[in-house]
């Protein structure tokens, strides 16, 4: 979402194995063993991205089988 609004990206959808290699470098072993057992999980990261540091809130669960992440970047500074 964008001031609200969803945005699409020109880009062609995650397969299963896709998101589960984006994720593996993002979250620690203890966190996916508990994702196995679940099904669901909520965390925070830090990602390093040309030279600048974000912060990131994920959400791992799965739909109809198959895994799923949600991924917000959190500003650093509250917006006015």
Do not use: W
Not at 7 to 13: A, I, M
Not at 33 to 54: M, P, Q
Not at 59 to 68: K, P, V, Y
Request: aromatic letters at 4%.
């Amino acid at each position: 979402r964008q001031h609200g609004r969803m945005q699409f990206l020109d880009h062609p959808k995650l397969c299963d194995s896709d998101v589960r290699n984006l994720i593996t470098g993002l979250v620690s072993r203890e966190i996916l063993d508990r994702f196995e057992v679940t099904k669901d999980a909520d965390l925070s990261a830090n990602v390093l991205l040309n030279g600048c540091e974000y912060r990131l809130r994920i959400n791992l669960f799965l739909n109809q089988s198959q895994l799923g992440v949600c991924m917000r970047i959190i500003p650093d500074q509250i917006p006015d």
